[in-house]
């Protein structure tokens, strides 16, 4: 069993969908980031960056005691080779997949992040940082479709690296994109979108973005410092 500490963002999604895919057993332990909800002592034992997600695995194949994994990229690699799924056995495979999945976590989600934010959730407009990361979000999506030109995948067969990018490309209309200018991305997204697993993540929770932002939430996801 995998306990899934998670709330439906982005982040969270990526392991939403993996579980699904791969038919793992999981229990969803919602952690409401709005209401401050990561900070407490018994999430941030699992968690001591207070972000979702976080996973407890019950069963690791080592046979020892439970295994607490944060960070979203490592709990990918982790699933992944706990189940033999969505990752290559051989060596140029796999870093095939690496490659493109440290590319999400270092490149694609932190600056959809920061172009979701100066858009968005910043209490003032500051032109300069709309259009920093509104660009630089559309020369990510470009690096996207020039890698999708000839092959259906990222690193060529379904993998963790689609997993995790996927969920980020979801909410493009709020960063100011169009995917009709990115073909062989589109492509690509709308192929994820219809898959089953896929489906059933997006359909059973409604993403913690549909929902406006009180200036409380603001506090607690925009105010943090190393005292909180």
């Not at 207070?50 to 996973?55: E, F, G, K, Q, S």
């Not at 932190?110 to 172009?115: E, I």
Request: glycine share 8%; proline share 8%.
């Amino acid at each position: 069993m995998i306990e899934l500490y998670h709330w439906p963002t982005p982040n969270g999604h990526k392991i939403t969908i993996f579980l699904e895919e791969a038919g793992l057993a999981y229990r969803l332990h919602p952690v409401d980031i709005g209401k401050g909800e990561q900070f407490k002592p018994e999430f941030l034992a699992i968690s001591p960056n207070n972000r979702i997600p976080a996973i407890i695995d019950t069963a690791p194949a080592d046979g020892g005691a439970p295994l607490s994994i944060f960070e979203s990229g490592a709990i990918l690699l982790y699933l992944a080779e706990k189940t033999g799924r969505f990752m290559p056995g051989d060596l140029r495979g796999r870093n095939e997949v690496m490659q493109w999945l440290f590319w999400q976590v270092g490149g694609l989600g932190p600056m959809s992040g920061q172009a979701g934010h100066f858009a968005i959730y910043a209490p003032e407009k500051i032109p300069y940082g709309i259009e920093r990361y509104t660009k630089e979000v559309n020369r990510l999506y470009g690096v996207m479709d020039r890698r999708l030109a000839d092959r259906p995948y990222l690193a060529g067969e379904y993998s963790i690296a689609d997993i995790a990018s996927y969920p980020w490309v979801v909410p493009y209309e709020r960063y100011s994109q169009n995917l009709d200018d990115f073909p062989n991305l589109k492509r690509w997204f709308e192929a994820i979108k219809a898959r089953p697993a896929v489906a059933r993540v997006y359909a059973s929770v409604a993403p913690s973005y549909a929902k406006p932002m009180c200036d409380e939430e603001r506090g607690v996801l925009f105010g943090q410092t190393a005292k909180r």
